[in-house]
Nanobody, 118 residues
C-alpha cells in the first residue's frame, strides 16, 4: 500500500520557519523524483520544488528561491522542505508528490496546512 504522509505544517508568523516532512512507504523511494506542491484558497495547485533521486538535482519556483530548501533521505524514505523567511503569500496546503523517474507512476500525499500570519 502506497503512502505519502506529510507532517510539520502549522501556523507561523511572517519571517518564521517551518520544516515539512514526507514519509513514504509502499514503493521504491530511491527511484522516484520527489516534489512539493501547494494550493492556496481559490488558486490552482502549483509546483514548489522537486528533487531527483539521490538528490542529484533540485528545482524551485521563482517565488521561493533562496528561502526554501528541498532535501531527501533515501535511507529513511523521507523528503523534506525547509521553509525560511515565510511570507503570508506562502499560506497554502502543501502536498508531497512522488513521480517514478522512468515511467508514469505518481503518488500524492494528503496535504498539510501552512498558515503564515501575524
Amino acid at each position: 500500500q502506497v503512502q505519502l504522509v506529510e507532517s510539520g505544517g502549522g501556523l507561523v508568523q511572517p519571517g518564521g520557519s517551518l520544516r515539512l516532512s514526507c514519509a513514504a512507504s509502499g514503493f521504491t523511494f530511491r527511484l522516484y523524483v520527489m516534489g512539493w506542491y501547494r494550493q492556496a484558497p481559490g488558486k490552482e495547485r502549483e509546483l514548489v520544488s522537486t528533487i531527483t533521486p539521490a538528490g542529484g538535482s533540485t528545482n524551485y519556483t521563482d517565488s521561493v528561491k533562496g528561502r526554501f530548501t528541498i532535501s531527501r533521505d533515501d535511507a529513511k524514505n523521507t523528503a523534506y522542505l525547509q521553509m525560511n523567511s515565510l511570507k503570508p503569500g506562502d499560506t497554502a496546503v502543501y502536498y508531497c508528490h512522488a513521480r517514478f523517474r522512468f515511467g508514469n507512476l505518481e503518488y500524492w500525499g494528503q496535504g498539510t496546512q501552512v498558515t503564515v500570519s501575524s
